[in-house]
Structures are given as structure tokens and as C-alpha cells.
């Protein structure tokens, strides 16, 4: 979700930064506000265009739109050929401003984009030089505008938040009793476990959403909930990361397919920019932003693994719920490359070349 706005704020962006009416219209489709409150580090700007390296960092807010699901850092080199996006885990424990330590989206949850902001400085040295916000709302229009979206999934996922009753998959129902403190649904029959008896723990009458290893085709509703599922995956939220990188190329692919680099084409999806996307470029102009990264099409976005899809626990005392995770040895590396990323060696691009399976390749 967060990284299709790279798809229409930089991927698609060649083509119209050759019509200046067609930037016009994109330039104010896209709300821009001082997510960061001055925070973070303004990107220097040569000409039209910024200069060296630099990172956005990006949120994607869940339903209550105060919080967040997903974290990425889009770490961007100084030859503007790449976008390297770098997932975060939400459960990550950090050392938090001013003292203590949580998991890392509670410094967003409690404190916006700028606590999060300070939080990724203080404990990774990473400046942020822009911020985007993307909501769930905008994210489902965005795949109506494109007609739903082909993916091949690569593991059957049970939804724990769509269901359906009469066999009718509009009529939407809750499928399962969920347990307010673990958000883990809870079988009626306690010799039962959702993660192996998923279909046998639904509500009566209710049929729990199935997107079934294999090919499938996503409407906006469906697309929303496989992308928020990790309940019951293999390495949950790291399988819902995957989940999301693959979502995100399948949607460019389509976008690109039906001409979306072409500004008469892309008109028809302007109009769903403003109630998705929200940008801040911390005083550089969007059409500099814009023009800056007019060279990068899908396959320039590159999604990253951090601890390359594998749960690492966090070592010391736990939190409420003890699920607090840590980065490993090689994250805290890719991390590191990221900050010190300044000059055209593209550190980030070196690391792959020893580490190609953190790299999504689908």
C-alpha cells in the first residue's frame, strides 16, 4: 500500500513531468501537510532536481487512521535509479526519546510522524527527508481504478476479519470470536486452534475468507483484508510483509499494463491520490520530488526482507504481551548502510550483492 505511492508519485511520474498541465493537476491531487512538524532533515536541492541520497519515510495507516500498520523506510541513492524499500517490523523493540524503550509503531501510535521520526534517528542514525502517509480508504479506490489486481499466492491465508454468510461473499460477516487481548481468534471447542483448524472455529453460520495458495484475482475489498491477514502464516508479520511487496509489484504490473506510465491514461487515477496519499517534503517542492525520480518505473522499486522473513525475539524483560522482536546482526548492517548511504557508492545496492534473498524477487 505505502509503496504504490512510489507507482504514482515516482514510477509513473516520467511521462507527465513532460506536460506541465499534467503535473499541475498531480502536484495539487496529493495532500501535503506538516506530517513532520519540522523534524527530520531538509533534502538538499540542485536546479529542479534534489541532490544525493536520500529517505521518505512511510506509514500506512490502519482503519482508526491514528495508527499504523506498516513502516517502511524508502531509501533512495544518490544516482535516483533505485528505490530500495526497507519494511520495519511494527513490533520491533527501540529505545524511545526521552527514555525507556517499546515496540516501534507506539512512537508513532503516540506521538505521529515526528516521534517515529526521532525514534529511527536515535536508535539507526537514519535522516528523514520526506514522510508519506497512506490510507487504507484511498489504497481500496486506488485498485478499483485499475480493475483489481492478479496474484499468484504463495501460501493459502485465512482472513480473521472477512467472512460471509449464505454463501454469498457480499454479504460480509465477522468469522470468528476474537480474543480482545491476544486479537487471535478463539475456538468454541477448546481441543481446537485457529492456526490448524481454521475452518472448524468460525462463528455458526459464517464462512471465513479464503485466498487459497495459487492463482487469484483481487477486488479492492478482498486486496485490503489479504494484505492486513498475517494470523496463521508461517512467520506472521514478516508473511504479511512478503504479502504486502508481492501485492504491491502485481498492482504496478497491472498499472503498467494498461498504459498508466501515459498522462491521458493516468487521469483517471488522480482523482483517488488525494484521499490516499499524504505528502511532506519538508519545504522542497513536490514537483522537484517529482522530477527527481521521473527515471524510476517498477522495476526500479526494490523491496527489501529485513532479518531476511525470519522472527527474531527481542532478548531482556518483555513487554505486556512479550511479543516484542529484534532486528539481527545483517539488519542492523542494512540499517547502517542506509545512514551512511551520502556518496554514489549505492551501499545499500552492495549489500544485496552479498545478501540476494532479502531482495523480493516476485
Request: with cysteine; net charge negative; aromatic share 8%.
Given at each position: 500500500?505505502?509503496?504504490?505511492?512510489?507507482?504514482?508519485?515516482?514510477?509513473?511520474?516520467?511521462?507527465?513531468?513532460?506536460?506541465?498541465?499534467?503535473?499541475?493537476?498531480?502536484?495539487?491531487?496529493?495532500?501535503?501537510?506538516?506530517?513532520?512538524?519540522?523534524?527530520?532533515?531538509?533534502?538538499?536541492?540542485?536546479?529542479?532536481?534534489?541532490?544525493?541520497?536520500?529517505?521518505?519515510?512511510?506509514?500506512?495507516?490502519?482503519?482508526?487512521?491514528?495508527?499504523?500498520?506498516?513502516?517502511?523506510?524508502?531509501?533512495?541513492?544518490?544516482?535516483?535509479?533505485?528505490?530500495?524499500?526497507?519494511?520495519?517490523?511494527?513490533?520491533?523493540?527501540?529505545?524511545?526519546?526521552?527514555?525507556?524503550?517499546?515496540?516501534?509503531?507506539?512512537?508513532?501510535?503516540?506521538?505521529?510522524?515526528?516521534?517515529?521520526?526521532?525514534?529511527?534517528?536515535?536508535?539507526?542514525?537514519?535522516?528523514?527527508?520526506?514522510?508519506?502517509?497512506?490510507?487504507?480508504?484511498?489504497?481500496?479506490?486506488?485498485?478499483?481504478?485499475?480493475?483489481?489486481?492478479?496474484?499468484?499466492?504463495?501460501?493459502?491465508?485465512?482472513?480473521?476479519?472477512?467472512?460471509?454468510?449464505?454463501?454469498?461473499?457480499?454479504?460480509?460477516?465477522?468469522?470468528?470470536?476474537?480474543?480482545?487481548?491476544?486479537?487471535?481468534?478463539?475456538?468454541?471447542?477448546?481441543?481446537?486452534?485457529?492456526?490448524?483448524?481454521?475452518?472448524?472455529?468460525?462463528?455458526?453460520?459464517?464462512?471465513?475468507?479464503?485466498y487459497p495458495k495459487g492463482p487469484y484475482h483481487f477486488d479492492s475489498y478482498d486486496a485490503l483484508d489479504f494484505v492486513r491477514s498475517r494470523d496463521g502464516l508461517v512467520g506472521t508479520d514478516y508473511a504479511?510483509?512478503?504479502?504486502?511487496?508481492?501485492?504491491?509489484?502485481?498492482?504496478?504490473?497491472?498499472?503498467?499494463?494498461?498504459?498508466?506510465?501515459?498522462?491521458?491514461?493516468?487521469?483517471?487515477?488522480?482523482?483517488?491520490?488525494?484521499?490516499?496519499?499524504?505528502?511532506?517534503?519538508?519545504?522542497?517542492?513536490l514537483d522537484d520530488w517529482l522530477f527527481t525520480l521521473k527515471s524510476v518505473g517498477p522495476s526500479s522499486l526494490i523491496t527489501i526482507k529485513t532479518n531476511d522473513g525470519q522472527y527474531v525475539a527481542a532478548?531482556?524483560?518483555?513487554?505486556?504481551?512479550g511479543a516484542e522482536q529484534a532486528l539481527n546482526v545483517d539488519s542492523q548492517l542494512l540499517l547502517k548502510d542506509v545512514r551512511d548511504d551520502k556518496g554514489s557508492e549505492d551501499l545499500v545496492g552492495t549489500?544485496?550483492?552479498?545478501?540476494?534473498?532479502?531482495?523480493?524477487?516476485?
Amino acid at each position: 500500500m505505502i509503496g504504490f505511492g512510489s507507482l504514482v508519485m515516482v514510477a509513473s511520474i516520467g511521462a507527465f513531468v513532460l506536460f506541465q498541465a499534467g503535473l499541475y493537476e498531480l502536484n495539487h491531487s496529493v495532500t501535503q501537510s506538516d506530517l513532520l512538524q519540522g523534524s527530520g532533515t531538509k533534502a538538499q536541492v540542485s536546479g529542479d532536481e534534489v541532490k544525493g541520497a536520500f529517505n521518505i519515510l512511510m506509514v500506512g495507516l490502519d482503519a482508526s487512521k491514528v495508527r499504523t500498520d506498516s513502516i517502511i523506510i524508502a531509501h533512495v541513492p544518490a544516482s535516483h535509479q533505485s528505490v530500495y524499500l526497507i519494511s520495519l517490523p511494527r513490533d520491533t523493540r527501540v529505545n524511545l526519546p526521552g527514555g525507556g524503550s517499546s515496540k516501534i509503531n507506539s512512537a508513532f501510535d503516540n506521538g505521529g510522524f515526528k516521534r517515529l521520526q526521532q525514534t529511527i534517528s536515535l536508535n539507526y542514525g537514519i535522516s528523514v527527508n520526506a514522510a508519506m502517509s497512506i490510507d487504507f480508504d484511498g489504497f481500496k479506490d486506488i485498485v478499483d481504478k485499475v480493475g483489481g489486481v492478479d496474484l499468484n499466492v504463495d501460501e493459502t491465508t485465512y482472513s480473521i476479519h472477512h467472512g460471509y454468510k449464505n454463501n454469498d461473499k457480499s454479504d460480509h460477516a465477522a468469522p470468528y470470536k476474537i480474543n480482545p487481548q491476544s486479537g487471535v481468534p478463539i475456538c468454541s471447542n477448546p481441543h481446537l486452534t485457529f492456526d490448524k483448524n481454521p475452518d472448524q472455529c468460525t462463528l455458526p453460520g459464517v464462512k471465513e475468507m479464503v485466498y487459497p495458495k495459487g492463482p487469484y484475482h483481487f477486488d479492492s475489498y478482498d486486496a485490503l483484508d489479504f494484505v492486513r491477514s498475517r494470523d496463521g502464516l508461517v512467520g506472521t508479520d514478516y508473511a504479511r510483509q512478503r504479502h504486502q511487496q508481492q501485492f504491491l509489484k502485481a498492482l504496478m504490473k497491472k498499472a503498467y499494463s494498461q498504459g498508466l506510465s501515459n498522462p491521458v491514461k493516468l487521469v483517471s487515477l488522480i482523482s483517488s491520490l488525494k484521499k490516499a496519499f499524504t505528502f511532506d517534503g519538508l519545504g522542497v517542492s513536490l514537483d522537484d520530488w517529482l522530477f527527481t525520480l521521473k527515471s524510476v518505473g517498477p522495476s526500479s522499486l526494490i523491496t527489501i526482507k529485513t532479518n531476511d522473513g525470519q522472527y527474531v525475539a527481542a532478548t531482556g524483560p518483555p513487554d505486556g504481551d512479550g511479543a516484542e522482536q529484534a532486528l539481527n546482526v545483517d539488519s542492523q548492517l542494512l540499517l547502517k548502510d542506509v545512514r551512511d548511504d551520502k556518496g554514489s557508492e549505492d551501499l545499500v545496492g552492495t549489500f544485496l550483492q552479498s545478501h540476494t534473498d532479502w531482495a523480493s524477487t516476485s
